[in-house]
């Protein structure tokens, strides 16, 4: 039942900037963490940014000082501002949550569908 629909991608020249959202739907009884990774074409799904229950967040090393992560928690909904994008920025990013349903003490690994981010001139 739970979802996590992403949105925001797109095609931005280097230097742009984006935001993608990820918003959670469901019977969610409390989510611990959400975050965004990114995969390239050939190379390995890589974690983003990610930020935890209440605030705590992490960023990749690439992406520290041009990317913020923030989270509504009413809303349940993740969003990542991506400022001074750059041609190596360019992939599928995936938004990623670990749920926990009600009626139910475990906690499942989530992912969304994916959003194509492409920066080019």
């Known amino acids: 039942q739970v979802q996590l629909v992403e949105s925001g991608g797109g095609l931005v020249q280097p230097g742009g900037s984006l935001r993608l959202s990820c918003a959670a739907s469901?019977?969610?009884?409390?989510?611990?963490?959400m975050g965004w990774y990114r995969q390239a074409p050939g190379q390995q799904r890589e974690l983003v940014a990610i930020?935890?229950?209440?605030?705590?967040?992490n960023y990749a090393d690439s992406v520290k000082g041009r990317f913020t992560i923030s989270r509504d928690n009413a809303k349940n909904t993740v969003l990542l501002q991506m400022n001074s994008l750059k041609p190596e920025d360019t992939a599928v990013y995936y938004c990623?949550?670990?749920?926990?349903?009600?009626?139910?003490?475990?906690?499942?690994?989530?992912w969304g569908q994916g959003t194509q981010v492409t920066v080019s001139s």
């Open positions: 469901g019977s969610i009884r409390s989510i611990n963490f």
């Open positions: 930020i935890t229950t209440p605030d705590s967040t």
């Open positions: 990623n949550a670990q749920i926990a349903l009600y009626g139910s003490p475990l906690w499942y690994n989530h």
